[in-house]
């Protein structure tokens, strides 16, 4: 079974730093594009950051400057540096991917169960 656990979550106040981890298991033959969302009560899912395999970059506007994300191919892992955070960033952050289990299957996407970042003033 093919899954995404994420850690990294907490407890932080204004202008303190998180970050999060995001590992891939099971039976993966390739991961594609990774990224992180993020959703907040009464609002909807909306798209964080997001890193190719390549290693190509791509941040919502409200994080731009703040947040950094990465990924270590080799281990399937994706990584959200988040710094000068802000009461806005209260939400609970989801991990995403696009990947196959074989070479020749077609393209899925995986959620991880998510994790709560709340940010006090």
Known sequence: QV?????GGGLVQAGGSLRLSCSASGT???INTMG??????GKQRELVAAITSGGSTDYADFVKGRFTISRDNAN?????QM???????TAVYYCNAGYKRVWYA????L???G???TVSS
Not at 3 to 7: A, I, W
Not at 36 to 41: K, M
Not at 76 to 80: A, C, G, H, R, S
């Open 36 to 41: 992180w969302y993020r959703q907040a009560p």
């Open 111 to 113: 959620w991880g169960q």
């Open 106 to 109: 077609a393209l899925r996407e």
């Open 3 to 7: 899954q995404l656990v994420e850690s």
């Open 76 to 80: 399937d892992t994706v990584y959200l």
């Open 115 to 117: 994790t709560q970042v």
């Open 83 to 89: 710094n000068s955070l802000k009461p806005e960033d």
């Open 28 to 30: 993966i033959f390739s």
